[in-house]
C-alpha cells in the first residue's frame, strides 16, 4: 500500500503516515522576504492561520552535493553575525544587518517558536561541508490555509562573499525536496520583479512566477499535491 506523506488538517496532533513526526519548530533568520518570513520576525501569527500544530517536522539536517543544512540554535548569532553584517543582502528585501545584540535576540526568539498555536518556523544555517562555515540561511514557515492547503513559505539568503557560484539554488532545491518529503501542499515564494538572482533560484527550485503580487513582489509557487 502507497503510503503518502501529507499534513494533516486536524488540531491538535497529526503525525506523518509513514515520516518522523519530530520535534518542535524553530524560528527564521532574515525575515524581509516574504510576509510569512516578516510575520516570524514579528513573532505574529497570520489571520488566516488556522492551526499548523499538527505539522511537527523540525529542521534537521539536511546533506547536499556540496552544502549541509543545519537547524538553526541559538548560538549560531555570533557566526552568522559576519555573514549578514552587509548592507547589499538588505538591498531588495529592505531592511538593515542586525547588530549582535538584536540577532542574538532575533535567533534566541525564533528557536522558541511562535507563541500562540499557527504557523511553524523553520531555518537552517547553510555551511560548506567541507569547511563547516556558515555562508547563509534558508527559511520556511509553515500554515494551514482556510481550503485546508498547507504552505510553506520560503525565503534564502547567502553572504556576499559566496554569491555566484550556486549554493542559492542548491540549498533551495534540498530545502523544497525537504518540504515535499514532509507532506507540504503548496510552496510558495515572494520576489520582487527586478531580483534576478532570487527569480533564478525560485526557478531552480521548481517554483513557477503566478500573475499574484503582494506588497511590490510576485508570487511564485509550486503547487505538490493538487
Ligand atoms: C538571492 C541570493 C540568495 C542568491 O544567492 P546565490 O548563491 O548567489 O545564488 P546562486 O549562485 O545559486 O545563483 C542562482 C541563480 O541566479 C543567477 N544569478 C546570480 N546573480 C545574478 C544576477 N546578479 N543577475 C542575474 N542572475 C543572477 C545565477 O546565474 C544562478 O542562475 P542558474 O540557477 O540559472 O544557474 C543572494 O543574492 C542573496 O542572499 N541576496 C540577499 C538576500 C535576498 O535578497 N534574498 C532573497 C529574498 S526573495
Known sequence: MTRRR????????????????????TGTTLGQATRRARSQMASEAP?????????????ETIVT??????????????????VLNDERLHVFTGGR????????????????GPTEPGDVWLNWIVRLTHEGAAIGTVQATVSMRSDARSVANVAWVIGTAWQGRGYA??????LVDWLRAHGVDDVVAHVRADHQASIAVAR???????DEHIDGER????????
Open 6 to 25: 501529507r499534513i494533516s488538517t486536524l488540531c491538535p496532533e497529526v503525525v506523518f503516515d509513514g515520516g518522523t513526526a519530530a520535534d518542535g519548530p
Open 47 to 59: 489571520a488566516r492561520t488556522r492551526c499548523m500544530t499538527g505539522f511537527q517536522g523540525t529542521s
Open 65 to 82: 552535493q556540496r552544502l549541509t543544512l543545519t537547524g538553526l540554535t541559538a548560538q549560531d548569532a555570533d557566526e552568522m553575525l559576519e
Open 97 to 112: 544587518p542586525d547588530t549582535l545584540i538584536e540577532l542574538r535576540d532575533r535567533y534566541r526568539r525564533f528557536v522558541a
Open 169 to 174: 539554488g542548491e540549498a533551495a532545491r534540498a
Open 204 to 210: 531552480r527550485s521548481g517554483l513557477h512566477p503566478t
Open 219 to 226: 508570487v511564485w509557487r509550486l503547487i505538490i499535491h493538487a
